[in-house]
């Protein structure tokens, strides 16, 4: 593999595990009172990582990453139920 392809792998493995917690964190954080307020930074954030992964996935233009953004969000949210994700300090953590 070439460092290219090495690179695109790198980015597409950080916005997978970041739109993962963010997604996991959004399910989350509306009910913790200290957290609510960070509610739509925490969305913006997921939503800059989905449209750099819309980009890898094949977006051409602007609009096509749109589309493909709220795709990739929507793919990440199932995802995140399906398999019961959570993040490793969560997994982790004594019981």
């Given amino acids: 593999?070439?460092?290219?392809?090495?690179?695109?792998?790198r980015i597409r493995a950080h916005c997978d595990n970041g739109i993962?917690?963010?997604t996991w964190a959004l399910k989350r954080m509306p009910s913790i009172p200290?957290?609510?307020d960070h509610v739509p930074l925490v969305r913006s954030l997921r939503s800059s990582l989905?449209?750099?992964l819309a980009?890898?996935?094949g977006a051409t233009d602007e609009r096509s990453a749109m589309?493909?953004?709220d795709e990739i969000e929507a793919r990440y949210e199932t995802l995140v139920q399906d398999e019961g994700w959570e993040p490793s300090f969560v997994?982790?953590?004594?019981k």
């Fill in 67 to 69: 589309s493909k953004k």
């Fill in 1 to 9: 593999m070439d460092e290219a392809s090495e690179a695109i792998d």
């Fill in 55 to 57: 980009y890898i996935e």
């Fill in 34 to 36: 200290e957290q609510a």
């Fill in 20 to 22: 993962r917690y963010y």
């Fill in 91 to 94: 997994k982790d953590a004594p």
């Fill in 50 to 52: 989905a449209q750099v």
